[in-house]
């Protein structure tokens, strides 16, 4: 269903963490960290809480995933399609993975997507959508299709934050899929955790291990994302290091910084050679604009929320926190009458896909359609 509500698109998440080009600015750092740490306990689900609007960015979190797909300077997901070698596809998609990785401003968020939410943006060929298709636990799938480049993507995300204390660890469990498919190329890659710390100093980081895969041509990629951990190391702040296999033996190095640049080492000759550079991929990048506002859907993030973004951009804390309440209770008052009826939320059936759960797999979806049509929301290269 179309809607005459008006979208507020703000600009995409800039290497600073802040949005790029944009008149928001995050509220006072000491006033939302005790405001923070007095509404949870350790151990805390965070799935569950509900944040004022002080502690949000203007987007939901469905924005963020698809931006990180299509929001860039440097197309680095269509090197991936391009490459001749399965050599430089892979290490293309390395690239490619790391780009998608953006910072986020400390002691903020963005909000939670509502149950059935829909983000659909088209840049050039590339068309994406984002659905959210579970509340509690909170799931999203990302589909993607680029038929110039013969690219697919499906992704199926839930992150899940607990409280620990000194920070806030977010695990991103499901699939993240990409696939070339004039080579017949499926490329698998999970997702590094986000960690929020207040203490000894407030910093937020992707940390931990990240898996790359291509079954059909058997090469791998171990990478480790590094941050600070009591004392603070420049050198090992926002690091990365790793390395592809082919038949368990290592035939590249991968070393650098993911928010500045990376580079990749020939073992076999010792040739190093950079294979991302952030600044060249990510900075500048345009927010999207509505190009079709009659194509534009009710579910649309950007309307769902543009109340409550608008006065966040404004600093009008009373009025957002009035709207982003009275959406949240709608949410409360659709779960009410599904479980008055005997529905459980499971059997929520999404518009856009097919969503299974099991205790082995995890979450996994599965598009209803083959390709994403053309947005009425476009990025503008």
């Known amino acids: 269903m179309v809607t005459d509500t008006e979208a507020v698109l703000t600009a995409p998440l800039s290497l600073e963490g802040e949005e790029s080009n944009s008149e928001y600015r995050t509220p006072n750092i000491i006033q939302r960290i005790l ?12 799935t569950k809480l509900q944040l004022p609007p002080q502690f949000n960015i203007p987007k939901s979190q469905l924005q963020c995933y698809a931006e990180s797909v299509y929001c ?17 596809r892979f290490i293309a998609v390395v690239a490619w993975s790391i780009s998608t990785l953006r910072p986020l401003p400390f002691g903020v968020a963005p909000y939670n997507p509502v ?19 579970s509340h509690h636990p909170p799931v999203t799938a990302l589909q993607a299709t680029d038929e110039e480049e013969n690219i697919q993507m499906i992704w199926c995300q839930s992150p899940m934050p607990k409280f620990h204390g000194t920070h806030i660890e977010t695990e991103v469990h499901g699939k993240r899929e990409l696939k070339i498919v004039n080579k017949s190329e499926t490329y698998s890659i999970n997702s590094p955790k986000l960690v929020i710390r207040f203490l ?31 004392l603070p190391r420049p050198s090992v702040y926002r690091s990365i290091k ?30 190093t050679r950079s294979i991302y550079d952030a600044k060249e ?40 926190r009035e709207v982003k309440s009275c959406i949240e209770e709608k949410q409360r008052e659709i779960a009410r009458e599904r479980k008055s009826k005997g529905e459980e939320e499971e059997d929520y059936a999404p518009k856009y896909f097919k969503v299974s759960h099991t205790k082995e797999s995890g979450w996994d979806c599965l598009p209803n359609y083959k390709f ?10």
């Open 242 to 271: 790793g390395k592809i296999f082919l038949s368990s033996n290592i035939i590249y190095e991968i070393d650098g910084h993911w928010d500045r640049s990376v580079t990749v080492k020939d073992v076999s000759t010792g040739r």
């Open 281 to 320: 991929a990510l900075s500048g990048m345009k927010p999207p604009i509505v190009k079709e506002p009659k194509g534009v859907w009710e579910s649309e993030s950007s309307v769902v929320w543009s109340e409550v973004s608008r006065a966040i951009v404004e600093k009008r804390w009373d009025k957002a």
């Open 35 to 46: 405001s923070l740490l007095s509404s949870v306990r350790p151990g805390s689900d965070l």
């Open 372 to 381: 994403v049509p053309p947005a009425p929301i476009i990025v503008e290269d």
């Open 200 to 230: 000894p100093f407030p910093s937020v980081d992707w940390l931990g291990n990240v898996k790359i895969r291509c079954q059909e041509t058997g090469l791998e990629a171990e990478l480790d994302y590094r941050g600070y951990t009591f």
């Open 115 to 133: 149950l059935g939410e829909t983000h659909h943006v088209s840049r050039g060929s590339l068309n994406v959508l984002v659905e959210q298709v």
């Open 72 to 88: 860039f300077r440097s197309n680095m997901l269509s090197k991936c399609a391009r490459a001749d070698t399965p050599c430089e």
